[in-house]
């Protein structure tokens, strides 16, 4: 049996003479923790639409256990938890009978499970769900989502509202969550560090268009950002292989590659007849090169290690 969870060939949505995704081609497998990144706009919660099946996709296709996502059967469903960025839920039910509510719609439901989580995570049992903060209606939210320990868990901005240490403590029962029953998750959010504390592979998005998706430990290994010093004009691309980015300003430049080796590194300070730096790329600092949004000071820094 096949451990694909996800797949997407060609997906695209288009919202009028909009393009919000473009040629998406994605294959996800079971136990898989898969950041998206990427700014505003870029078409994050579009993807995890369509994949839902609550967005038709323009063109493509798009797969969640085998089946069309725009055509899910009730199994499939079942097999699914999600939590949207703008999740409702019911103001005049108290914690207790929501999740009591929520649990007839699931045969799998796990009532221990739950009300471990609620009682972990603070959440007033008798309180009505208008009386809770944005930070506890989000774990609630969150509760609702995974008490029947679904396969998949989607998961769109899901700690927006939490303070440090409840996105420390939502983080840790997300890692739990995966490896003890080898779900696959999929999620989004804004605080670098966070992602990269779980995921373990990730999904660079930038105006729609997939820039970059693979194991995350991998891309760190092999992204590195080169500072060229050399006493001649440099040109404005090297060309190298994996060349994510490029500036040059006169004799010092910045070039990005997603295919560093140590022999590249060779080659270009021989060719160029310069000396090279090589700079370790955190997350955040990865998503500011795909993206090219800011440009970075070509300007010699403390050596890094490698």
């Not at 609702?144 to 700690?159: F, K, R, S």
């Not at 029953?181 to 959010?189: D, E, G, N, P, Y």
Request: hydrophobic letters at 40%; proline letters at 3%; a negative charge.
């Amino acid at each position: 049996m096949s451990d694909t969870v996800i797949k997407c060939r060609g997906l695209t949505k288009a919202f009028g003479a909009q393009t919000v995704l473009s040629n998406l081609n994605l294959e996800i497998h079971s136990g898989q923790i898969v950041a998206i990144v990427g700014a505003n706009g870029c078409g994050k919660t579009t993807l995890m639409r369509c994949l839902l099946g609550l967005l038709r996709r323009t063109s493509g296709e798009s797969f969640i256990f085998g089946e069309d996502s725009w055509d899910l059967s009730a199994d499939a469903k079942n097999r699914l938890g999600y939590v949207s960025q703008e999740f409702s839920l019911l103001p005049w039910m108290t914690v207790e009978s929501f999740c009591n509510y929520t649990s007839s719609f699931y045969p799998a439901w796990d009532h221990a499970f739950v009300f471990s989580l609620i009682s972990q995570w603070d959440l007033p049992l008798k309180k009505r769900v208008s009386t809770l903060s944005g930070g506890q209606r989000q774990k609630l939210a969150t509760i609702l989502a995974i008490g029947h320990h679904p396969e998949l868990l989607i998961l769109d901005e899901p700690v927006a509202s939490l303070d440090p240490i409840a996105r420390r403590q939502f983080l840790k029962t997300l890692i739990e969550f995966s490896t003890n029953r080898k779900q696959t998750i999929l999620f989004s959010s804004h605080i670098t560090t966070d992602l990269e504390r779980i995921a373990s592979h990730v999904l660079f998005l930038s105006q729609g268009h997939q820039q970059y998706f693979g194991e995350l430990d991998l891309l760190k290994e092999r992204c590195k950002r080169l500072r060229i010093y050399s006493q001649s004009l440099l040109p404005e691309s090297f060309q190298l292989p994996g060349e994510v980015r490029c500036q040059t300003s006169g004799t010092t430049a910045l070039v990005t590659t997603t295919q560093y080796t140590e022999d590249l590194q060779s080659t270009v300070e021989r060719r160029w007849n310069a000396r090279v730096q090589v700079e370790d790329l955190n997350l955040e600092e990865l998503f500011v090169e795909f993206s090219g949004m800011d440009k970075i000071s070509c300007e010699p820094v403390e050596e890094s290690v490698r």
